[in-house]
């Protein structure tokens, strides 16, 4: 039974991720969480009963912590999730971002070449013979912003806006140098915008739901006609278990949801379903630097690996709302 290192696996999309492999699949899971305000081990209560799930707190910027679960656990895959992640945190203090998101991503290449003795005589193996793998999971804020028409695909240039995003593709990046320099079997997926349950109440569609239950009003970013591809958060672990037993090293993975959407359009379909007057919207001054629209083209991953998102968003928000309106 393989050994995977979940890293962030306390977050929004980590929990989420450990909860559906050990239910889907048999492997002994590793959670290596330093537990910042993103991270909740409430969010994994459900795991608790699994012998093959282990939970260590420490930060991957610790490069004795990840050395020691690698050497303790034999670790043969990696998944990152573990990253800072809200813009308007990275716009307010970037060094916390450059530190985890790229720093900490470089200290988990590192002790994943020396421990699975990759070297740059393996790069003719691209099927690498030892079959690990290390998954980065970053996002399509990467590329930058698009006008009314296009897609970001695999290969559109990483054009990041914001200190957040210029630190996960910095991170790519040195995911991509190890691939290219050693031969360090990677994958990187690049997402849409998810949703769904456990996400931090920073995010928006969580904002909205809470804000509506408590009747506080819901901060909109300018005129609210910001476009944004939505994920529903079990399509993206799903895809991202496609990716980890049949992605080709080396390669990257856009996922979408297919569910292009005005944010305003998000907060009035919430604000509907739960019954609230739309007086509750209140539009504030935009963010500096705020992408305007983002889509995902999920080609790539729809038809060389046969992987689809199965929830459309009318029923992703549903299941949403559903379960933070039954949250404590």
Request: glycine residues 6%; contains cysteine.
């Amino acid at each position: 039974m393989k050994n995977i290192l979940v890293t962030g696996g306390a977050g929004f999309i980590g929990s989420n991720f450990i909860m559906y492999m050990l239910k889907h699949y048999n492997y002994n899971i590793v959670n290596l969480d330093s537990l910042t305000y993103a991270g909740n081990l409430d969010n994994l209560n459900e795991v608790n009963e699994y012998t093959n799930y282990t939970f260590i707190k420490g930060d991957i910027t610790d490069k004795a912590v990840v050395e020691q679960i690698f050497e303790q656990y034999n670790i043969d895959i990696v998944i990152n999730f573990a990253a800072e992640s809200h813009v308007d945190r990275s716009i307010e203090d970037p060094s916390i971002f450059l530190k985890t998101n790229v720093l900490g991503t470089q200290v988990l290449l590192e002790v994943a070449k020396k421990y699975w003795k990759v070297n740059t005589e393996d790069k003719c193996c691209r099927d690498f013979k030892l079959n690990k793998k290390f998954i980065q999971i970053s996002t399509d804020e990467v590329y930058g912003t698009l006008g009314a028409e296009g897609m970001f695909t695999e290969l559109t240039p990483l054009a990041p806006n914001s200190p957040y995003s210029a630190s996960k593709a910095s991170a790519d990046l040195m995911v991509r140098a190890y691939y290219e320099t050693y031969g360090m079997p990677i994958n990187i997926t690049r997402c849409s915008n998810n949703y769904g349950p456990r996400q931090h109440s920073e995010k928006l569609i969580p904002l909205i739901i809470t804000s509506c239950k408590n009747n506080q009003e819901i901060p909109i970013y300018g005129d609210g006609m910001q476009v944004r591809d939505w994920l529903y958060v079990e399509d993206h672990c799903s895809a991202i278990a496609k990716v980890m037993h049949d992605g080709k090293i080396g390669e990257v993975y856009n996922v979408g949801g297919n569910n292009e959407r005005y944010n305003i359009e998000i907060v009035k379909e919430i604000l509907k379903l739960l019954g609230k007057e739309e007086t509750l919207i209140k539009y504030v001054q935009d963010r500096p630097g705020h992408d305007r629209r983002y889509a995902i083209d999920n080609t790539k991953i729809t038809t060389k690996l046969g992987w689809k998102p199965q929830y459309n968003l009318k029923e992703g928000i549903q299941q949403t709302v559903k379960w933070y309106m039954h949250k404590a």
